[in-house]
């Protein structure tokens, strides 16, 4: 099973990330914001990960990992 990770503060919160995703799983989280005052982008379900690095791909600061 793939797994979504999100280097926190590296994340700017521009939501590229959320439109490439295929399964529609990637979403800006509210709770928490990093150094920068920013909320960040996190998976939302990662049992419906299929780990296709879109994702990650799109993310102009390397933000995202994905682990398979």
Do not use: Y
Request: glycine share 4%; hydrophobic share 35%; with cysteine.
């Amino acid at each position: 099973m793939a797994k979504m990770s999100v280097i926190f503060d590296r994340c700017k919160g521009c939501e590229l990330c959320t439109t490439a995703c295929p399964k529609q799983i990637v979403a800006i989280q509210h709770e928490k914001r990093n150094k920068e005052g920013v909320f960040t982008a996190h998976c939302t379900d990662e049992s419906q990960c299929i780990g296709c690095a879109m994702c990650a791909m799109m993310c102009p600061d390397c933000a995202i990992i994905i682990e398979k």
